[in-house]
């Protein structure tokens, strides 16, 4: 089975910018998870979507957003970047029944950088 | 917000040496899971315990918790050079908490020299 995929691996943009990343999630996984990693903050949970609805938030600004569609692959925008949204973006997808029920597979991360 | 802290921050030890990594969180917790991140790429899930397991076995991997105490460890033993590489504690709380919505600790980074 193909794991989590995220395109694009790299991409730099300015600030005030807007950029879209992607995950396409393990085939039959059905929630994807969304992380955003800091030097300084660590990993930090931003989204979940599951069945194309958003399951929870974490504490971003509204700049943050998300979107699943019905092959549950999915997609985070970031408007008006600033220079402290460079980071590495990870995608999470996990099957919701069965024993894998916990774990979370993680794709290999987008890397933003904001000049 | 970070619920786990690891310790210690980093750990370099020679191949072959056991490397015990420690979890402290603040919640109480549904399961406590261990990942591991080489050089700043994705996460690879290493083993869950739930809140109700007091040990856990994979392979090298040895993972402990002590709800009461709120802290697990994560030993690996006869480390080799491959195990080189950052390992978090993750955390889905009690309360609130989603499978999705994992809360990560800020990591060990681990050393294994040849």
């Known amino acids: 089975k193909a794991g989590v995929t995220q395109t694009p691996r790299y991409l730099i943009k300015t600030r005030g910018q807007q950029v879209t990343l992607s995950c396409s999630p393990i085939?039959?996984?059905?929630?994807v998870s969304w992380y955003q990693q800091t030097p300084g903050q660590g990993l930090q949970f931003l989204f979940e979507?599951?069945?194309?609805?958003?399951?929870n938030k974490g504490n971003f600004p509204g700049r943050f957003s998300g979107r699943q569609f019905s092959n549950s692959r999915s997609e985070m925008n970031v408007s008006t970047l600033e220079l402290g949204d460079s980071a590495l973006y990870l995608c999470?997808?996990?099957?919701?029944?069965?024993?894998?029920?916990?774990?979370?597979?993680f794709g290999p991360g987008t890397r933003l950088t904001v000049t | 917000s970070q619920q786990g802290e690891e310790d210690p921050q980093a750990l370099s030890i020679q191949e072959g040496e056991n490397a015990t990594m420690n979890c402290s969180y603040k919640?109480?917790?549904?399961?406590l899971q261990w990942y591991r991140q080489n050089s700043g790429r994705g996460l690879v899930h290493l083993i869950l315990?739930?809140?109700?397991?007091r040990e856990k076995h994979s392979g090298r991997l040895r993972v402990t918790l002590d709800t009461s105490k709120k802290s697990s460890s994560l030993l690996i033993t006869a480390s080799r050079a491959a195990d080189t590489a950052s390992y978090f504690c993750?955390?889905?709380?009690?309360?609130?908490?989603?499978?999705?919505?994992?809360?990560f600790g800020k990591g060990t980074k681990l050393s294994v020299k040849p």
């Open positions: 999470a997808s996990r099957l919701t029944s069965g024993t894998s029920f916990y774990e979370q597979y």
């Open positions: 085939s039959g996984h059905r929630s």
């Open positions: 979507y599951f069945s194309e609805t958003q399951r």
């Open positions: 919640t109480s917790i549904n399961n």
């Open positions: 315990i739930r809140s109700n397991e």
């Open positions: 993750a955390t889905v709380p009690l309360r609130g908490g989603s499978q999705g919505n994992l809360i």
